[in-house]
């Protein structure tokens, strides 16, 4: 199986060895399921931003006292590549 060797400071490692401790789990386990997590974490962003995207004008026009005006309507959408 692929593997990764990981260099941390000993203050990086402390906290989390510490982390893992808290999550009952081995150093490895903990930062296996964490970078999994994450990277679930950024393709949900990516699709939950990307299907807003495609529906925000029908949410505008279902809820017109909620929509933002035109001045805000272009800060409001969130850059899925930056999640």
């Known amino acids: ?14 906290a989390i060895r510490e982390a893992a401790a808290a999550d009952g789990k081995s150093v490895k386990a903990y930062v296996h399921d964490l970078s999994v997590r994450e990277q679930k974490r950024r393709t949900f962003v990516s699709h939950a931003v990307a299907f807003w995207n495609a529906h925000v004008e029908e949410f505008d026009a279902a809820f017109p006292e909620d929509a933002p005006d035109a001045e805000h309507r272009d800060g409001a959408r969130p850059d899925p590549a930056a999640a």
Do not use: G, N, R
Not at 1 to 12: F, G
């Open 1 to 14: 199986m692929p593997a990764l060797s990981i260099e941390y400071t000993e203050l990086e490692l402390a």
